[in-house]
């Protein structure tokens, strides 16, 4: 199925059959990615009022971001679709804290 049509600022693809589609965060890279991901922000920005879309707007975006920052730093790994198996493996590639790191008391 060949795409005639992407507008990810607005999470829509026209496929080559007519048919609108939802954007998939998966199949985007770089800077598609990149603008995808600041229209997440925008709507999560405008949905302050809704509590589901903030919701779910938020938890797509800190998955999306994680998977972003595993691609980019860990080129060769396939980011998981466990969110929470995602999650620890991003803030393990940036360095964070994660619950299974000692605490240290000052």
Do not use: C
């Not at 803030?91 to 000052?106: C, I, Q, Y």
């Amino acid at each position: 199925m060949a795409y005639v049509k992407r507008w990810p600022t607005e999470g829509f693809i026209l496929a080559s059959d007519g048919e609108l589609r939802p954007q998939v965060l998966d199949t985007l890279r770089g800077a598609e990615l990149t603008i995808a991901l600041d229209a997440y922000v925008r709507r999560a920005q405008k949905g302050a009022e809704d509590a589901a879309l903030l919701a779910g707007t938020s938890k797509d975006l800190v998955e999306a971001t994680a998977a972003r920052v595993l691609v980019e730093l860990w080129p060769s790994t396939t980011p998981p679709h466990n969110f929470p198996a995602l999650l620890g493996m991003a803030f393990v590639a940036l360095k964070l804290k994660t619950p299974r790191d000692k605490v240290v008391s000052w």
